[in-house]
């Protein structure tokens, strides 16, 4: 008890001066990655040490990707952030918190994993929900989260649009139609898509919980007595996860090492096991292939084929006045 | 509180029959509302056993929270008691232009919704906001850390112990410490030795009153706390964290020993109240 | 027992001749100055740079007006059950004795003690559907968690000791002379009630109620949980604010936060001017 409280005055006294002993780093994230950092964090502070002799105290925020994006540029002092979106690591960029060409900074894009969005439903599938189609029908209700808040809903958007595309001949206007139609479905839109976990587990609302596959491993596993069953769609996109260092915090905290050792420490086998077992897709060969068993096979478009890349897309289904304001029509 | 005409003896019969069921409805009613609920809470913090219970308590982020919640009150609280009787001696004792105003604006914080001081704060402080871009250039980190939470409490409890002790010091006016001061009494003396103990247990229950709502305020730290978990969470944020966590017991967990802190208030509240009776 | 609203002494005789003038207004200036008026103004800054026409484009969208007319509506339907049953309490509280009147009182107290958030964490888990109340109301068809029900229900709680603490000690007041007069005069309990007793609690009553309204309209932490904040629907105005917030909308956010602060101001005055007349009335300064 004592020795907890030191350790807590310790870390207030943290919050007041910068320069502490230790190393210290702030990972702000996306909204459903609570328990795999949870796993991962002390496994690095452990190799962190093994390796430097230093000790690491990583300290989690969560919450939708772009509501973290904003308090990050309101001040919150991030060291890394490994989102869901590459959007709202540029809008740091262009809040000059980072450089622009943070893609280039760790391999493949700066995305050590990956997964796309996918359907959890209830015990026995009694809506016999199957594929993008079975979301727009008549008397489902839908749960996701609000997409201007949460990188999570937005890639189940790019996933109904481009599903939408791809059946009706890439023809725009049925797509968004389609869309649409999904939408009317959701009757609540929650900030983080583990708020929406929460209504469709907790609360017991809607009949398909649409999130990153990743989280619908982990809830089925953890609601084992709820039996919710996971369903992959046929097509779904590809969801990158990037992360970064956020240069202009790291620097005035000191971390800048640290945490670009945390962030590469995310492509090392060892993680990339931590990381198939929260129900991730890793691009490491050896553990990808040790893991191939759960993971079904589904089409996977990405942004860049269907929307013309994060930019395109952002300017034309996102942004202010946008595909998106037109088919949330709730807003 | 004085008796008052008590209507069992004298009442004729039907009145007696309408009292009973008037209690009654005031029983149920608020059973129903507000014992239940609050029941509810050790229920369920403790649904898991005693041991889970005590578990989720000592899970080192609630722990924190607990730890932070309590940082935070020891700092609102004192300074709310300075600037509380600093403006309750300001506006009682002298008279001066603004008066009124400078009442209306101290209680402001209490009709103004928490979640809207917190958005006030965020375009204040906010990297973006009034100041943020002098902050920023001094490197002082306001919002999503200690001094936020701090401000924000501030802001919400700033009108308690005024509205306390003001009413009291008006009441019993100035005679005693004009006396005071004619026997050649300093400011302090005066304050410590006359007005103080005239008002000692009205300041106590603002005191309590600040402390409540310091250690429970939700919207407003909510804004500008950046829920860094196990650094910027307080207790009542804590319990939303968990919530969303999917660990209902450890939500409510956390909401009792925030519950038994309601409690202690109300029983402390209770006392005093009947000593500041007295004092009027 | 707590007292209604703080009122300016008249001064007379006693002008500056204390010391700690200069002290406590500079404390108390620099400290309202930072701590209240700053951020205030802050917000009121940021409505002004949106202009009236922007202004008044965000405040009317559809799920602005809807957020704003759930608010209200579900602060009104509280405010209705606080009223009466906060004028039941009181009347229990004060005219009668008996067993588990004191714990009664002080239970009176308890949504003001408690925090929010932790009041809106336990009323959502006894109304949800396998909730305590849930069970016994959801085979009735009755359904309050995400219904404005729920929001009413939050708001409620959160409010409840404002009409019993300012009534209660009004009734406690008043002389038992004219009661008593009606009353050999054969008038009936009710009438009595209606005819002698209510006018005098009159300004008291509609001051908690004005308060009770008022901290309903501002309610948050009790109100996400249990409301399931569906846009359209059971989305509170304070919600939408910080919603905006998040879509990095900051017009948004402030014109809508603006909003609800002229509200309470609004209803601030109105208790003030209130509580001006009953003093008036009743022969204090």
Redesign the interface.
Known sequence: ?TF??TT??A??LG??SPAVAQDKI?NVSY?VA?ELFAEINPVFAEKWQADTGRTVTI??????S??QA??I?????ADVVTFNQVTDIDVLAEGGLLEEDWREAFPNDASPFYSLPAFLVREGNPKGIEDWDDLAAEGVQVIFP?P??SGNARYTYLAAYAYALDQNGGDQEAAQEFVKKIFANV??????G??A???F?????GDVLITFEAETGG?AA?YADAKFERVAPSLSVLAEFPVAVVTENAE?NGSAEVSKAYLDYLYTPEAQRILAKHYYRVNDETVAAEVAADFPEVKLVTVEDVFGGWEQAQEQHFAEGGILDSVFV?? | MRAASTPGALAPREDRTAQYVLIGLAFLGTAFIVAVPLAYIFWRALSDGVAAFAANI?A?DT??AI??TS?VALITVPVNIVIGLSAAWLIARFTFPGRKLLLTIIELPFSISPIIAGVCY?LL?????LL?PTL?AA?I??????PGIVLVTLFVTAPFVTREVLPLMQAQGSEQEQAALTLGATGFQIFRLVTLPNIRWALLYGAVLATARAVGEFGAVSVVS???????NTLPLQIELL????N?VGAFAAASTLTLIALIVLIVKTVIEGRVGREE | MTTLAITAAPSGRTKRVLPGFGLTMGLTLTYVGIVILLPVIALMLKGAEIGPARFWEIITAP?AMAALRLTVTAAVIATIFNALYGLLMAWVLVRYRFPGRRILDAMMDIPFALPTAVAGLSLTALF???GWYGQLLEPAGIKV??TIWGVAIAMCFTSIPFVVRTVQPILEDLDPQLEEAARSLGATPFTIFRKVVFPQILPAFLIGTTIAFARSLGEFGAVIFIA??????TEIASLLAV?R????DYNGAAAIALTLMLIALILLALSNGLQWQMNRRRGQP
Not at chain 2, 226 to 232: K, M, N, V
Not at chain 3, 228 to 233: T, V
């Open positions: 008890m907890r409280l807590a005055l870390v207030i919050l007041a702030l909204d609570r300290d989690q925020s969560h919450g939708g772009s509501k904003r308090a540029l309101e001040g919150l002092p609000n201007k808040t009757p609540v839109f929650d900030t983080g583990r708020a976990t929460a209504t587990a907790e609360r017991n609302i809830i953890q005035k709730n807003q | 000592i080192p722990l924190h730890w932070l940082v965020l402080y906010g990297r973006q906001g943020g920023g490197d980190q306001i919002l999503f850390a200690l950046g829920s860094i978990r196990g650094q910027t919530f969303n966590d999917l209902i | 799920r949800s559907a396998n968690v995400y399931g904040n569906l846009p359209m629907k919603i917030l998040e879509e990095y």
